[in-house]
């Protein structure tokens, strides 16, 4: 599993041997069956996690108990709480396994003394950070002025891979529109 983690940081940033045997040191490894919960509404989360195999998805249930899904993570991807690890507060999201799954866990604390002691690791997590919170802007942007149809071509355009592993109802939640609508938009897209 670290082999996958390790490809992800050499593609991007050159570490010595010495610096990634510090960083598998202090990696947690998981495995996660399917419907498998990484993370449950009221716990406090304490982790930064980087998916090596597998897809998760990152929700909120409702008064109603509707689910609303802000995110899917697969491969090669993060994924967490950040407003619960960084206040310490429980968490209002759920994270679970939408298939078996792998995931990497480090510790708030030892991630924290891998960016102080590696410089290099430390400018990749910012990249990735400036890297979610343009995501989260354009994300916020297509919710409030695309139309479904826009909705569902900007994810399949993003997110090709995710369009047929994940359930159409997750995904029309993910897209804040009603089943019944993503069903005819794709019908619609079909067509043209």
Not at 36 to 47: I, S
Not at 50 to 68: A, I, P, Q, S
Not at 110 to 131: G, H, R, T, W, Y
Request: one cysteine or more.
């Amino acid at each position: 599993m670290f082999e996958i983690f390790q490809k992800y940081i050499s593609d991007q940033i050159t570490l010595s041997a010495e610096e990634y045997e510090l960083i598998k040191s202090v990696c947690i490894f998981k495995k996660l069956r399917k419907r498998q919960y990484l993370l449950q509404d009221g716990d406090v989360w304490k982790y930064n996690a980087f998916v090596c195999k597998g897809c998760l998805r990152n929700y909120r249930v409702d008064e109603n108990g509707g689910e609303h899904i802000m995110g899917f993570s697969k491969e090669c991807w993060w994924t967490g709480d950040r407003e619960s690890l960084l206040t310490g507060k429980p968490s209002a999201n759920n994270i679970d396994a939408l298939e078996d799954s792998e995931v990497i866990l480090i510790t708030k604390p030892s991630f924290e003394m891998l960016c102080e002691q590696i410089p290099a690791f430390n400018d990749l997590v910012n990249n990735i950070l400036n890297k979610s919170f343009i995501a989260s802007q354009n994300r916020i942007h297509s919710a409030i002025s695309f139309t479904a149809e826009q909705k569902y071509r900007n994810f399949m355009e993003k997110y090709p891979d995710l369009t047929y592993r994940v359930p159409q109802h997750m995904i029309a939640s993910f897209l804040g529109i009603t089943p019944e609508t993503l069903s005819r938009v794709r019908k619609e897209v079909a067509k043209k």
